[in-house]
């Protein structure tokens, strides 16, 4: 009988975060003041970053430990399957062995957890008890009110306003999970009134202004390797099947037929 999903035993989920800044040659420049055009200190990024994360998004360790609270959490949803995509191998009619990782599994729908959770957990560490996010379609609005609600924290989301409009479901999950939503540009923020800037800038002012914590879910390191749990969860799971995914190719999972054939030329294994 074929195998057709393979899930990693929770004993053997990752214990660690890669973080992948440490093998790189030419690692990313530091982000700049806006107000000095200098790169941005410790301190100036504490303002409105938990202290931990920044930490992190400073450093070159190749490993980061995983705190025993937040892999608790990630239990609630984790190990997530890893699926042979047996249909999508005849439709390309490839030898390749097609992996796909299914995050849908998680409590809100998506992936995000896997960040939201340890962003809230060092914010939490920290004492911070008030939080602000954006978020665009809801997904990581859900993903941070999840996380939010098991530490206590108080949470504000600013949802672009087309998707606040379009996709209530989402505004009524974070709402279950305790957070107030708004629509940005919204009336609670100077930059909202304004109504020309878009719902990060909306979020981060009003972290800024009312001495609340911000999180985010892409542009710093710490997103890749929180949220890349995942890939290192594939290797092992690779080796369990005798899949060798010890080298593989990400591929999107919105990738058209013709874009899998081209990327299945001469590939034993795709992921």
């Known amino acids: 009988m074929k195998t057709k999903k393979i899930i990693l035993p929770e004993s053997q989920m990752p214990t660690q975060w890669y973080n992948i800044v440490s093998d790189m040659k030419n690692r990313p420049l530091p982000p700049l003041n806006p107000a000095t055009k200098e790169p941005v200190t410790l301190e100036q990024m504490s303002a409105i970053f938990a202290e931990e994360l920044m930490k992190q ?3 070159t360790e190749r490993y980061i430990d995983i705190p025993e609270e937040v892999q608790d959490l990630y239990k609630i ?3 997530t399957p890893l699926v042979r995509a047996y249909g999508l191998e005849k ?3 490839t030898p390749a062995k097609i992996y796909f990782k299914n995050e849908s599994v998680s409590p809100v729908g998506s992936h995000k957890t896997n960040t939201a959770i340890p962003q809230a957990y060092y914010n939490y560490k920290q004492g911070i008890r008030h939080l602000t996010t954006e978020t665009g379609a809801g ?6 009110s999840m996380a939010t609600q098991h530490f206590g924290i108080d949470l504000k989301v600013f949802m672009v306003k087309v998707s606040y409009n379009q996709k209530p479901y989402r505004k009524l999950m974070m ?3 305790g957070a107030d939503v708004y629509a940005s540009p919204s009336e609670i923020t100077a930059a909202g009134r304004a109504a020309y800037l878009n719902g990060l800038k909306d979020s981060v002012f009003n972290a800024s202004a009312y001495v609340e914590y911000y999180l985010t879910q892409s542009r710093a390191h710490w997103n890749l390797y929180e949220a890349g749990v995942l890939y290192i969860a594939c290797q092992s799971e690779g080796l369990s099947a005798g899949a060798g995914l010890g080298a593989y190719a990400a591929i ?3 990738a058209a037929l013709d874009d899998w054939r081209n ?3 001469g590939l034993n294994v795709v992921q």
């Open 91 to 93: 439709a390309l009619d």
């Open 77 to 79: 949803y984790r190990s």
């Open 252 to 254: 999107p999972c919105r």
């Open 139 to 144: 997904q990581w609005g859900a993903a941070m």
């Open 263 to 265: 990327v299945c030329k």
């Open 175 to 177: 709402n279950t999970w």
């Open 57 to 59: 998004e400073m450093s």
